[in-house]
């Protein structure tokens, strides 16, 4: 057992790609015998059922932005477990900062996972140049996110690193609708940069020439106009029979088994999880060229890039793979070599362990 003691701090345990990167590290810490944490700052969630060691995990139940019950519980739990490293995913920066100030020995590594990578001259700064003068390390999940940092913040150490592939075991639960062989999996909570709309308009140019092939949404619905307004064009455009929705699920490994071509159509990305997802899962993909998705997706090899809002390509590389069974597991398997060849844990445990101990 190494005298490392660490804690993955994340605001929420609801599905999402920090959220699931926050728990997979936590268990893949403890794997390889580090004194490994888990702490969620605000609400619980699904995510819950995938932490391993739950002897090891903290719920605060913050109500507020400064909350002193919570703040008070927390630095009582990191002392009596002995941790020295505050790992701090996304907005959860906050909550290290405050702990910091109560123990300045602690060291703060905070994992940057902005979604809107490509616009990030828009993006608020102010408080976390405060909070990155206590900060140890940045750790960034794609480069643009890296220079921004290096730009605009103060700590001096921060690294670009890989997200990680990783499926956990859960109980099979979900039965996708559609035909076998004829699915087209989705994996993205329900939110502006995930762009739903360009997605399903394509699809219903699709449907009308291959009416027997389906779309399947997986992803957190919100209690917002964005989710109503992508829900009500479904209905709007006839596709209840063609598109189905699912809100967040758990086993993904089983709802991947069961579709046939993965999509991603984003207007902006970090490095997202859910193309690792898919290659584990042997899928061919169809994906926006934002962000690192073209570090993941090799074009013609293991998929298909196509421009940000450009609805005649992604017709056109989804027609593509619906019309060739042959491509479809050709990609797929080159998608799955790529994947656990370059975006495994092992590497990714490494590289973070030697930056906590830096």
Request: hydrophobic share 40%; with cysteine.
């Amino acid at each position: 057992m190494s005298n490392l003691g660490v804690v993955q701090i994340i605001d929420t345990l609801e599905t999402g790609g920090a959220e699931v990167l926050a728990v997979n590290i936590n268990n893949g810490l403890n794997e390889v015998g580090i004194n490994s944490h888990i702490c969620a700052t605000r609400k619980e969630g699904k995510l819950i059922e995938n932490i391993n060691n739950k002897t090891n995990y903290i719920f605060l139940n913050r109500k507020k932005t400064i909350d002193i019950k919570a703040l008070i519980k927390f630095r009582k739990y990191i002392e009596t477990n002995n941790i020295s490293v505050l790992h701090a995913h996304a907005t959860s920066i906050f909550m290290a900062f405050c702990i910091k100030v109560m123990n300045p020995k602690l060291k703060i590594i905070w994992h940057d996972h902005y979604g809107k990578s490509e616009n990030l001259k828009y993006r608020p700064s102010i408080f976390l140049k405060l909070f990155s003068f206590f900060t140890h390390s940045i750790i960034s999940v794609n480069v643009k996110l890296k220079d921004w940092s290096e730009k605009k913040l103060y700590c001096k150490n921060v690294f670009f690193v890989n997200n990680f592939a990783s499926f956990n075991l859960v109980k099979e639960k979900t039965k996708l609708n559609g035909e076998n062989g004829k699915r087209i999996i989705h994996l993205a909570a329900f939110r502006n940069q995930k762009n739903h709309q360009f997605l399903i308009e394509a699809f219903a140019k699709i449907s009308k020439v291959n009416p027997d092939w389906t779309l399947h949404l997986v992803g957190r619905l919100g209690n917002d106009l964005y989710t109503q307004k992508n829900l009500a064009l479904i209905k709007e455009l006839n596709l209840e029979k063609h598109i189905f929705v699912y809100d967040a699920k758990m086993d993904i490994q089983n709802i991947l088994f069961q579709s046939d071509i993965g999509v991603l159509s984003s207007s902006s990305e970090g490095l997202p999880l859910a193309l690792l997802e898919y290659g584990l899962a042997k899928l061919p993909v169809v994906c926006t060229n934002v962000g690192q998705c073209s570090d993941i997706v090799i074009d013609k090899k293991t998929g298909y890039l196509i421009e940000s809002n450009n609805m005649n390509q992604l017709v056109d590389k989804l027609e593509l793979l619906i019309k060739s069974k042959t491509d479809r597991i050709k990609f797929g398997q080159n998608n799955e070599i790529n994947i656990k060849k370059n975006y495994s844990v092992g590497p990714f445990l490494k590289k973070i362990i030697k930056i906590y101990n830096s």
